[in-house]
């Protein structure tokens, strides 16, 4: 019988730590969970990582000398080569922390550090609706707009690790301001913060919406998941907010779509669980910006694997260093 | 010794047809051009194709059997499998023409097709501005703009060899309608022809400016070199015109550079030759508009090749078939 490793993925978040002890044919044999609370620094994050690690060995019932790598999924920026935190917008204060190296001493086994999109991207490559595909974009839909390129059958990295931020591409070169400090990015005019920001406006400005009575009047408690809400009850305002960020959202499909000629844009994250309303004027748009040949060959499909595609990539992660010795160490 | 083949590389433009012998090491052993004259269709054109192939042949003395390889770099869009053309904008008539096996019979020696942007981008690669580097953006901005993406030291191609369609990405979602039917898009910003159009729109509003001197009043003289002439003598709208379009490219290529992370942007093209006028908007964009890692990792230079892009990347073309035995027959 060939030498079966188990891998343990990782999936560090700004709000949810997720560990699992995954097998070769991408199986999840224990699953465990931590909050993040990233305002307690590092140290304290990382412990908890290290604790949830072992607890998912425990419950797989497997000795350290048993798991043959672990692989991290981490906000970025990373230097992933180094394997070091480069202040990601989500966890406060994580300047240059050597994340690979801390967990690796706390579990005593071989790490690899990737960016969490990135591990999403080959979670879903792997395991998910991009199984069997060369040339998928994965973009993940939450807070923020997050992606990862598979080319020629590959994660694409680039020069420096760098690649994928399909978020921070310019789709409205005059438009909002975006967290990056560029204007009219893609995540200022089609994420999660950006569908809230637009529904505040229009609440403050005294326009009459279901919106305002979902919020019981408190702007602050204004979310994109709300305006979905307020939408599915018919309100016209909430529609035309997540229209308008979904068509932004299609502008950008279709430009990825002329550039990189896929074959299956995959697209997860908490506003994909809108359906229709997202993936409709999606497709729509691609067609109707995208050259024929590319927007034909291109299905726009949801994620398969859920909250599971950090742990599930995580664990890619650490299968393809150790396989092909290309451990970022 | 080593056996050392040559490899005719042909250049097919909308204006010129370049041919020319390529040694193993990228040397240009002989060369010649003919007119295009599109109009006289497919037949006439392909046939001085042929006539300008035997002409560097015999120039270089040399017979068939010496030559191991025609590569042919024709505009998109094509089908590169079967070695067709898709009815390129600038070769009106070419619908489905089977142009790879048409030049293969005509010269008798094995023949690969590729898209003219790709091709210049592998020679700019192989024997230019982006010798060693392996993650490189190259874009061509002259009528249109085109481009080629070298990731991972190999031309990328996507799953029906359309990929790097640069100058339709979208920049400004509600911009001037482009020739591709999309709305905003790089080429209907800061293409040679959008320039040109716009110094239309200027004069013909009769805001005083020497763009309407140079032309001596007739609108359809005025070109994106005008243009720039006037902007070099001094002209305030002229020079006003020119920025906001390179400050569109700039845009374009800083969300390029999130996006691929490269090592290199190669900037080449009729457009290229205003110098600082285009490179000095487009460094500066990118650093205000990307990320600083990524900005810094990115530097961005002109193309080296000038008019033998072409013909070089359409021998490299032919190289890379020949040696890896992949040509798209």
């Known amino acids: 019988m060939a030498y079966e490793p188990f891998i343990i993925g990782i999936d560090l978040g700004g709000t949810n730590i997720r560990a699992a002890v ?4 991408g199986e999840i044999i224990a699953y465990g969970h931590r909050q993040t609370l990233a305002n307690e620094g590092p140290r304290a994050v990382i412990d908890r990582m290290i604790d949830a ?9 497997l000795a350290q000398c048993q798991v043959a790598a672990v692989g991290v999924g981490s906000p970025g920026p990373l230097d992933i080569e180094a394997g070091v935190t480069l202040s990601p917008a989500t966890l406060p204060g994580w300047d240059r922390v050597p994340l690979r190296q801390l967990i ?31 040339h998928m974009i994965y973009v993940t839909v939450s807070t923020g707009i997050g992606g990862g390129l598979i080319l020629d059958g590959t994660l694409y990295h680039g020069a420096t690790g760098m690649a994928g931020e399909i978020g921070h591409t310019t789709i409205l070169a005059d438009g909002p301001l975006c967290g990056c400090g560029n204007r009219g990015c893609l995540e200022a005019l089609a994420s999660g913060s950006a569908i809230a920001r637009r529904a505040r406006e229009i ?26 809400d307020a939408a599915s009850e018919g309100d016209v305002e909430a529609e035309k907010i997540l229209s308008e960020a979904m068509d932004y959202l299609g502008t950008g499909m279709a430009s990825l779509v002329n550039l990189f000629n896929p074959e299956l844009v995959v697209i997860g994250g908490g506003l994909a669980h809108i359906g229709e309303r997202l993936f409709g004027p999606v497709r729509h748009i691609i067609k109707q910006r995208a050259f024929l040949a590319q927007a034909q060959a291109a299905r726009v499909v949801p994620a398969e694997l859920g909250d599971h595609a950090g742990v599930l990539g995580a664990s890619e992660v ?11 160490k």
């Open 104 to 134: 690796e001493e706390g579990l005593g086994i071989p790490t690899t550090l990737e960016n969490d999109a990135n591990a999403a991207a080959l979670g879903e490559h792997c395991f998910g609706a991009g199984r069997g595909v060369d």
């Open 203 to 228: 609440v403050t400005s005294g326009v009459p919406t279901r919106i305002a009575n979902l919020a019981n009047g408190n702007i602050d408690l204004i979310t994109a998941k709300l305006v979905a």
């Open 22 to 25: 995954v097998d070769h044919i």
């Open 318 to 328: 650490a299968s393809i260093a150790l396989f092909h010795g290309m451990g970022n």
């Open 53 to 61: 690690a072992r607890e998912v060995m425990a419950k797989a019932g």
